[in-house]
């Protein structure tokens, strides 16, 4: 059964880029077996982190919002436990019996919502 869930990643920030596209392609790829898709990716970049995680000061941010199997998700965070690149994840379940498409555009119009309120705030200063 699919299920949407929200994702967050927090991956080495020295990772070299080639490293971070496999690193984020290979959980990618677990998202999208089984019938599942990715409904948005937003990449929040590099980030100071609150305190350190495994000497690390600093992580790069990834967050998806997608729709796939409990069981795909089980493997996912079983091999984010062992990987040495991934600092933290969080998983979020989010609903059940999801239409895509309409979830689709909800997310669109949510995006759009927020890009029209930054824009709006940037004009004030």
Known sequence: MLREYEFTIIARAELPESEGTKLLAKYEKLMTDDGGEILQKSVWGVKKLAFPMKKVFRGNYVNYDFI?????????????????????????????????????EQLAKIAAAAREAANEYRERD
Request: aromatic content about 6%; hydrophobic content about 40%.
């Open 68 to 104: 796939g199997t409990s069981a795909n998700l089980a493997e996912m965070e079983r091999l984010m436990r062992i990987d040495d690149d991934v600092l933290r994840y969080m998983s979020v379940y989010v609903s059940q019996d999801v239409n895509v498409a309409d979830r689709k």
